[in-house]
C-alpha cells in the first residue's frame, strides 16, 4: 500500500464506547496529525505527533486520546464521546516542519 | 480572527470556463508558507501547491495556476479549461513559523461543481 490509510472508514458508536482509529503512513514521514472536519467549520487540528513525541494539542477534550507508538502509525483512541463529535476524522503526515502534509481518506465517525 | 479567509462558499462553473478561487490571509509573520488543497468527494485532501512567504512568482501546473500577492494577502487559484473532474472543494491554508509549522491554518474551502 502506498500513501497514508485510515481504518475503519466508517465508524458507529454510543456514547458509552470505546474505540479506536487507525492510521498508517507509508512515506517514511517524520511527522503526523489528527484532524476533525465537521460541517461548515474550517479543518481543526488536534494533535501532532514529530518523531514520535507529541508537539501540539490544540485544547482537545481528554475523552480523545491519541497515541503514536512509532513514525508510521498513530491512533485515535475515543471513549464517552457526545453527538457533536461526530464528523470526519483525517488523518495527515508530513517529510518535516513546513513541508506539505499527505492525508488519508478519513474516518466518517457518527455518535448516537 | 479568521486567519484564511476564502469568501467563496460555492461556485458553479459550465465545464470549459475558467475560474478563480480566492484567498485571503492574515499573518504578522514574515516568513510563512501557502498551500492549496484539494477535497473530491471521496473525502481525501490533495495536496496541488505550497508557496514560502520570499517567493511570489506565480506559478503554472498544466491548467492550474496560482496567483500569489503579498500585496494584498491573496493567493488566487485559477483553473483554466474546467473539467467535470474539478469538481471538489477547494481549500487554502496558511503555516506561520511563529505559531509552529506543525500548526496548518484552513480556510472554511470552496465547494466548485463543474457543470457539463
Known amino acids: 500500500e502506498t500513501g497514508v490509510t485510515q481504518t475503519p472508514r466508517h465508524l458507529v458508536m454510543g456514547m458509552t464506547n470505546k474505540k479506536s482509529l487507525k492510521c498508517e503512513q507509508h512515506?517514511?514521514?517524520?511527522?503526523m496529525y489528527w484532524y476533525k472536519q465537521s460541517a461548515k467549520k474550517p479543518l481543526e487540528l488536534m494533535f501532532v505527533?514529530?518523531?514520535?513525541?507529541?508537539?501540539e494539542n490544540n485544547s482537545v477534550p481528554s475523552r480523545f486520546s491519541p497515541e503514536c507508538p512509532n513514525s508510521s502509525h498513530l491512533f485515535l483512541h475515543l471513549h464517552t464521546l457526545q453527538p457533536e463529535d461526530s464528523a470526519l476524522y483525517l488523518c495527515?503526515?508530513?517529510?518535516?516542519?513546513?513541508?506539505?502534509?499527505?492525508f488519508g481518506p478519513g474516518t466518517r465517525l457518527t455518535v448516537l | 480572527a479568521q486567519k484564511v479567509t476564502q469568501a467563496q462558499t460555492e461556485i458553479s462553473v459550465v465545464e470549459k470556463e475558467d475560474v478563480t478561487l480566492d484567498c485571503v490571509y492574515e499573518?504578522?509573520?514574515?516568513?510563512?508558507?501557502l498551500f492549496w488543497y484539494k477535497q473530491p468527494p471521496s473525502g481525501e485532501l490533495v495536496f496541488l501547491i505550497r508557496?514560502?512567504?520570499?517567493?511570489?512568482q506565480n506559478e503554472i501546473s498544466g491548467r492550474y495556476s496560482w496567483n500569489f500577492q503579498k500585496s494584498t494577502s491573496s493567493f488566487n487559484f485559477t483553473i483554466t479549461a474546467s473539467q467535470v473532474v474539478d469538481s471538489a472543494v477547494y481549500f487554502c491554508?496558511?503555516?506561520?513559523?511563529?505559531?509552529?509549522?506543525?500548526?496548518?491554518?484552513f480556510g472554511t474551502g470552496t465547494r466548485l461543481t463543474v457543470i457539463p
Open positions: 499573518t504578522r509573520d514574515t516568513t510563512y508558507y
Open positions: 505527533y514529530n518523531f514520535k513525541e507529541q508537539t
Open positions: 495527515a503526515s508530513s517529510l518535516r516542519a513546513y513541508n506539505e502534509q499527505f
Open positions: 491554508a496558511l503555516s506561520e513559523v511563529l505559531t509552529g509549522a506543525n500548526n496548518l491554518f
Open positions: 508557496r514560502n512567504s520570499f517567493d511570489e
Open positions: 512515506l517514511g514521514h517524520n511527522a
